[in-house]
C-alpha cells in the first residue's frame, strides 16, 4: 500500500512539471543600454549626446481601410520593441550608456498611417 502512495505522489509530482504556469512570467526586452520612458527619470548624472528620431508614413493599405471603415491601425508590440532597439543601438553607436524621454506617437489620417519615435542618447557623469 506505501508502495502504490508513493508510485502515484511521484506521478502526479512529475506530471506537474509539464505543465506552463497559468500567469506568464515575462521580464520584457532586454536592451543593449538603459531605456527610460517620458515619465521616467536615470537614477544617475548624465550628459546629453544626441537627439534621436525615427519616423515614418505610409500610406493605407486595402486591409486597414474597407467600406469607408478603418479595420486596423497602428504597430503591433513586437514593432514598436524592434523599432526602440534599433534606435538603443544607434544610440549606443553615439556612445550613449542610455537612452531617455523616449516616447511613441502613431497616428492615422484617411490616408496615410505614421509614427514617431523620440528619444535623447546620454551618456552617464562617472561617480565620484
Known sequence: MLRWIFLLG???FSLTGCFRPAIPIS????YPI???????????????VQEMESRQELPLDRRQNQDGRMLS??????????LLAKMTL???RAGAD???NVKYTYYTTATVNGY???GQAVKYRPEN
Not at 521580464?27 to 532586454?30: D, E
Not at 538603459?34 to 536615470?42: K, Q
Not at 508590440?77 to 524592434?82: A, C, F, G, S, V
Open 116 to 118: 514617431l519615435l523620440s
Open 90 to 92: 544607434e544610440a549606443q
Open 10 to 12: 511521484g506521478l502526479l
Open 27 to 30: 521580464t520584457g526586452p532586454k
Open 73 to 82: 491601425r497602428g504597430n503591433t508590440m513586437q514593432d514598436k520593441e524592434l
Open 34 to 48: 538603459d531605456v527610460f520612458y517620458e515619465n521616467e527619470r536615470p537614477y544617475r548624472p548624465y550628459d546629453v
Open 98 to 100: 542610455a537612452l531617455i
